[in-house]
C-alpha cells in the first residue's frame, strides 16, 4: 500500500491516469506500479541523498536542452526506462503482488508545446499479473 498521486483510479477498464491536484488515497496494484514508475522518471538522478541510484537522467536532461526532438525523447526516455528495470529488479522482493511488478515500460507518444513550454509523454505500463495501464505525463520543458 502506498499514498497515491494518480486521480481517477477507481474506474475500471482501460483507463488513462493522470497527474492531478486532489486529495491522496491508498493505491495497490497496477497503480502503485505506475506511481513507482512515475516516482523514479521525475527524479533527477543523484538528487535522493539516501540513494543517488534513484532516478533518471531525463529531467536533467530535457532541462539542460539535450532532447528537442522525437529521436531525442525516444532515446531518453528508452535509457530512463532501462535504469528504472535495473532499479526495480534489485529493488523488488519475493512478496511483491505479481500486479506490482513492472514488466515493461513503452512510450506510446509524446507531444511537445513549444507555446507552453511543456512536454506530455504517454506511457504503456505492463505487469507480471498481465494488466497494464497508459499514464500521461506532462512535464514543464523548463525549471519551476
Given at each position: 500500500?502506498?499514498?497515491g498521486?494518480f486521480t481517477?483510479?477507481?474506474?475500471?477498464g482501460?483507463?488513462k491516469?493522470?497527474?492531478?491536484?486532489?486529495?491522496?488515497?491508498?493505491?495497490?496494484?497496477?497503480e502503485k506500479a505506475?506511481?513507482?514508475f512515475?516516482?523514479?522518471?521525475l527524479?533527477q538522478?543523484?538528487?535522493?541523498t539516501?540513494?543517488?541510484t534513484?532516478?533518471?537522467?531525463?529531467?536533467?536532461d530535457?532541462?539542460?536542452?539535450?532532447?528537442r526532438?522525437?529521436r531525442?525523447?525516444q532515446?531518453a526516455?528508452?535509457l530512463?526506462?532501462?535504469l528504472?528495470?535495473q532499479?526495480n529488479?534489485l529493488?523488488?522482493?519475493?512478496?511483491?503482488?505479481?500486479?506490482?511488478?513492472i514488466?515493461s515500460?513503452?512510450?506510446?507518444?509524446?507531444s511537445?508545446?513549444?507555446?507552453?513550454?511543456?512536454?506530455?509523454?504517454?506511457v504503456?505500463?505492463?505487469?507480471?499479473a498481465?494488466s497494464?495501464?497508459q499514464?500521461?505525463?506532462?512535464?514543464?520543458?523548463?525549471?519551476?
Open positions: 500500500m502506498d499514498l498521486i481517477n483510479t477507481a474506474l475500471v482501460d483507463v491516469l493522470g497527474l492531478e491536484l486532489g486529495p491522496g488515497c491508498g493505491v495497490v496494484g497496477i505506475a506511481q513507482a512515475t516516482t523514479f522518471f527524479t538522478r543523484g538528487t535522493n539516501y540513494d543517488p534513484f532516478g533518471s537522467p531525463f529531467i536533467g530535457m532541462l539542460t536542452g539535450g532532447i526532438t522525437d531525442d525523447i532515446a526516455f528508452g530512463a526506462v532501462s528504472f528495470l532499479y529488479t529493488h523488488t522482493v519475493v512478496s511483491t503482488p505479481a500486479d506490482e511488478q514488466t515500460v513503452t512510450l506510446i507518444s509524446s511537445i508545446d513549444a507555446v507552453a513550454e511543456k512536454l506530455t509523454l504517454y504503456q505500463i505492463a505487469t507480471a498481465g497494464s495501464r499514464i500521461t505525463l506532462p512535464i514543464p520543458m523548463v525549471a519551476v
